[in-house]
């Protein structure tokens, strides 16, 4: 450097007393020599201004300038140099420092270095680092992605141990440190006014790069950054207290103004979907006014295009006169953005994280509980593991050699495996049993869950199971009938998986080295066979299929009620509330149970400990747990009981009727005659009493016996009474959730007794026999139902009887629902059932609202009059309510068919040898339009809670660059 | 999967700070507790299994209709086997109000198969306790009463050696032993009395099973249209055959015509094949001539398995096995025909007067024979709930009672054709036994009350002179209410 370049400081301030000395000690530490000072004050409230005239006034040239508070940064800086100009200066250089940047003593040296070796440079920037801090890196140099995210390159709250050390060039550098040539800065008519706090650098930097000026960072020039704005530490006027919405706000504004002209509207849209996505995923982690702040952003923003045209034309004009025809230096400026594919990566880490914090925030609730315990007593001091995680034993290895030399990861695998082939059946779709077949298209199911009135049989308002709902969303990419081939495949393989971490943490729960790896797999293995030996996947009981896949997960869920933690206990509330709805949805007797067990527990847990329970935070969250299904499943619930149709609160789901459950059934863990041998269902609950002898493990497998015997006396008034449906027949409430829980209640005493096996050595030899044997017994039974489901699972799944409908009336029908087909059976002597077919017939969710659907009298009435005598008015009556056919299935009673035969607007049609069919003429207008608003309301209320407490039950995941 | 469980555990397990002193006091009351709980928890399970015992979803069964005041009847009357019989003649069953009937006639058939169509013709009124004669009824008839007119309707017509039933349009019917040779051939008259077309499906059935015969399938007869059918010609087979008759579409009356011709070795002689309506597995065949010549009887099963058939000869006194009673077992959808000359041979079948069939499942049947050269056939007459009435054949004729459940008493009343009471009688009857009244020679009407107990009525009419025979007519009960099922949604 052989002619010292001349630099004047442009120092702007507001309310930095707090920083401002140490800011100026930085300054009159410079090695470099300084030409002027120029100190801008924008209202500050503290004397800012006058600690800067006492620091600076007796070293350099300095002018104290002082502003309106309502003037933005890009005003300070103008005015500043209109003070250098009016001064009579002509410094080379302008060197903007913040006054919460204190710049290391070489930092203008580096700088003044760099330019005078890359005499290109016009704007360069110093390697920023946290103050106080010190070591971790801000920025150096930054960029802006698609969807105006500043991008730095770094990680969060990386340390600076040289590693981005190289002078290069970039596409922007903060104005914390920023040397820039004076006569540049004037050429591209310095900061834009539009953007008084935020993003001014990164659109100075565009518009630098446009008009192909050359931005470099200059790592070895060192300043430390406190970004009191950006942290929310200063409010200003001008930032208000909504940090985040004037960032955004400058982010979209520089993309709109910046970008090239052909893309804008493109550009428009792109950034209007982001934000509603980002708002989205802000409210996912609860970030409620930073979802707020984005959405306010993109209106702020398109609410004046005005503004954003006279800025493109203002940037036009600048690069015109600066490059005349050459235009803007796209090849720069696109060289410099972030990559297109940042967005992306950043919303895959974003999802990443949320559901490995969703996955794993119950999984440690006996670590917490163990170390808050620690904390309390020093002398309890946490044990090593004695089993300790794969992941220590085989870090370097990859994970083929770790999946083929473990064991239980090949055992799960075949188990997965052999399930697979178990549920082969379902492939291509199916039904049977229980499970009617599926409608057409996830629309059907939509349109079942937000209508009133349902055009099923005579119409009917009974609402549509709780399941719908969550059908429906699923179906939409894969179709419904796929769905349930997926479910009811999937169901066996998650209910291992949830059962695995359930009985982990359960384990770890009795013993700080939790249970072995072989009794989770016993454990998990037996529970996902389940719902399978039962013969409830056979028998098409889909619902008590999925319930067995949720229930282990509500009960990890629930785990999270004794946490140390009140917050994580909260959440535990939700969570298990969520759980709980779902599974109120596909085995609506569960509520009930659980609302039974969760008041035994409350009240056990009040004389054990009255003290800590009468705390809001611990008896609240099982209380949370129970309100958040009657709060997500109203639009079911509620209107089930005004029309008369309370029995689906109580009942499994299905096509009824389904063959009752006998005591005995519930011992065996069988649905009736279905599933594998019962003998092998005895074993698991005479497992879980022997499990009552070993003294080390009683307290909590006495607890299970507990809860078994909570949910066998809940299944007493459900296994005696009967639900009345359609037609008189009754069936009897769903006792799938107690047959589920009383397993399960066994299967985790069995794994609590099992854990006392590893003492089998200490014990007298014939006891070892004994329990030997024992072990043996417990091992075969779930490898008999495994081997059982694999070969014969499917058996009982048979096909549904063909219609009596006949084929072309079937198609006529799917065209409009008025269509409909009034079915006759049985006979004069025996009685005549009728029924309607509509539509696609009755699918899975129809067939429920229409067997609980209660007997409209009128059409009964109507019917009756049909088929005594010919009724003409009938026929009128069953045309007005939307019967096109009437078809009397076989064996059709010759006297109702002769009936139907003499009446008038009757007309017969073909139909096959047995079966009798006539034609109503007029045929039907269109069904009456029905508009239910306490519906639209119910459903209001159900599509907010859901999304609110969603984000309740999530973890908290929103961090600041602070952390 | 419990939460209760591993919350509690903790709780015990690792006591909080503090905590230890109060666990050691409080120790040996928690031990019995646990005990206690580990013996109380498992029997509570027990006991709840116990109480929930073995379970079943009711079910709703079958639902008898209810009955209201008929407002519709029709009655059809097939034609006479010649020409020249008489009018029909329609008078009311006891208590019943009675009341105009419309008309509709067709000419009397020529020849055993051809159509014909219905004419509606003059209106008649028939108030209870008159006999009215239909005008120019000498062809198939049919009979329609609305309202108050349509209960108990009761009508015949007289006939030498063979009268035909006049009764409602039915539609599963079973007509055992239908002959389509040319020693023994059936015609079926069908009759349809109303506006729409009607479908009927005659289904053959031999010894051995089903027979595909597709030229009786389908046969329609047009609205208001008279269809007769000669098997032997449309679909000719050596044996006898059952055929069930069932109607697929409409309403039709459907009469059989048997007729015997030895070809030149005696008389050629016809009757009426009575459809056998209700398939049973316990029946009863009123009307057994005395000494009857080749006595047959025809059994079908229209069941899927094999029915076993005992038979027991009723008398005035008493009903008996006959010794030498077959055991016969008919295969499923089959015909069986028993030969039981060797039965009403010797003295044991003298004053038989009917066959009491007992199967192991339901059974169509009839009864063949020749009385005095003259065909008789016979099926299981209907069960009598209710007072009935019957136009008797003119002559010197019987009334055989039987299949009474209990010991009662039936009041008979005869009328003459201007609808005045000739004759009152008091039949007494009882179980396992049959009852035969001699009536008036010139009662045209019979009305049969029995309060006490169900029984069927059979009217033989013998007729002697140069060709003696007999003729038979079951009595029907009288339709007197319109039965409404019970409808309930599915």
Known sequence: MSQQARVAVLLVSHDGASWLPAVLDGLREQTAPLDSVVAVDTGSKDDSPEIVRQALEDHVPLAVRRMPASAGFPDAVADGLQALAAAGRDPEWVWILHDDARPAPTALQELLAVAGERPEADILGPKLREWPSLRRLLELGVTISGTGRRETGLERGEYDQGQHDEVREVFAVNTAGMLVRRAVLEELGGFDAALPIFGNDLDLGWRAAAAGRTTVIVPKAVVFHAEAAHRGVRRTPLTGRHTHFQERRAALFTLLVNARGATLPLQVVRLALGSVLRMFGLLGVRAVGEALDEIAALASVLRHPGRILAARRTRRAAVATLRGDAGPDRERVRRLLAPWWLPYRHGLDFFGDLVAAATNQAADVAERRRAAAAERDAAVAPPAARHRDEEDDYADTGWVVRFFTSPTAMATAIVVLALLVGVRDVVGGFSGGALSPTPDGAGAWWRLHLEGWHPIGFGSDVPAPAYVLPLAVLAWPVGPSTLISLVMSLAAPVALWGAWRFLRVVGRFVTPYGAPRWLLLWGSVTWALVPLASGAWGGGRWGVVVAAAVLPWLAHAALGFADPDAAHRWRAGWRTGLALALLTAVAPSSWLVLAVLIAALVGFAFRLAPGEVRERSVWGPPVAALVVPLLVLVPWWLPALFEGAAGTLVLDIGRWPSAATSGWDLLAGRFGDLGAPAAVGLVLPVLALLSLVPAATRIPVVACWVVAAVTAVVGVPLAVTSVGLAGGDGQQPGLGIVLLVLQGAWLTAALLGGLALHHLGDQRRPVQAGLALVGLAGLVAPLVGLVWFAVWGGEDLSDDPPSDVPVYMAQRAEQADEDGILVLRGSIADGLSYEVHRGDGATLGEDEIAALTPEDADVTATIRSLVTAPDPDAVQELSRRGILYVVQAAPADGAVASSLDATTGLVQASSSRGTRAWQVDPAPGPLPEHHDWARALLLLVQGIAIPVLVVLALPPLRRSRDD | ?490
């Open chain 2, 1 to 490: 999967m419990t939460e209760s469980g591993p919350t509690d555990v903790p709780k015990s397990d690792v006591p909080p700070s503090g905590a230890g002193r109060r666990a050691s006091v409080s120790r040996a009351r928690r031990v019995d507790l646990l005990v206690g709980l580990a013996i109380l928890a498992p029997t509570v399970v027990a006991l709840s299994v116990g109480l929930v015992g073995g379970e079943d979803n009711p079910l709703a069964g079958p639902q008898p209709p209810t009955t209201s005041a008929l407002t519709s009847a029709t009655m059809v009357c097939p034609g006479g086997l010649t020409g020249d019989d008489g009018p029909v003649r329609v008078t009311r069953t006891p208590d019943v109000p009675g009341g105009k009937l419309a008309v509709a006639t067709a000419p009397a058939a020529r020849g055993a198969s051809g159509s014909s169509t219905t004419k509606s013709g003059t209106a008649i009124t028939v108030e209870q306790g008159s006999t009215v004669e239909v005008p120019s009824s000498t062809g198939p008839t049919v009979l329609d009463g609305r309202g108050a007119a349509a209960p108990g309707i009761a009508a015949g017509r007289d006939g030498e050696l063979a009268v035909p039933e006049c009764r409602g349009p039915s539609y599963d019917e079973w007509l055992v032993g239908v002959g389509s040779s040319a020693r023994y051939a059936t015609t079926v008259e069908l009759v349809n009395p109303d506006d729409g077309d009607a479908v009927v499906d005659l289904a053959l059935h031999d010894a051995t099973g089903p027979v595909e015969e597709p030229a009786l399938r389908g046969i329609e007869v047009p609205p208001h249209g008279v269809k007769r059918i000669d098997l032997a010609t449309a679909a000719p087979r050596a044996e006898a055959t059952a055929a069930h008759l069932t109607v697929v579409r409409g309403r039709v009356t459907a009469t059989a015509r048997n007729t015997w011709d030895p070809l030149g070795r005696g008389r050629v002689t016809t009757d009426f094949l009575p459809p056998d309506t209700d398939p049973s597995s316990s029946s009863l065949l009123l009307g057994v001539p005395d000494k009857p010549a080749q006595p047959t009887l025809q059994l079908a099963n229209p069941g899927e398995d094999e029915v076993r058939v005992s038979l027991r000869f009723v008398t005035e006194q008493s009903s008996f096995a006959p010794t030498g009673a077959p055991e016969i077992s008919v295969p499923p959808q089959a015909m069986e025909t028993v030969d039981l000359a060797k039965l009403f041979k010797g003295a044991t079948a003298e004053g038989v007067v009917g066959i009491e069939i007992e199967a192991s499942g339901p059974v169509a049947s009839s009864f063949m024979a020749l009385s005095g050269d003259d065909l008789l056939l016979l099926a299981p007459a209907p069960a009598l709930d209710d007072p009935a009435a019957a136009v008797v054949p003119s002559g010197r004729k019987t009334l055989v009672l039987g299949g009474a459940e209990r010991t009662g008493v039936v009041s008979v009343v005869s009328y003459d054709a201007a609808g005045k009471e000739i004759r009152s009688d008091k039949v007494e009857i009882g179980t396992d036994r049959a009852a035969t009244l001699a009536l008036p020679g010139e009662a045209v009407s019979v009305s049969v009350v029995a309060r006490t107990t169900r029984i069927q009525a059979v009217v033989l009419a013998a007729t002697g002179g140069r060709k003696p025979g007999l003729a038979t007519l079951r009595v029907r009960p009288g339709e007197l209410r319109a039965q409404i099922p019970a409808v309930d949604p599915d």
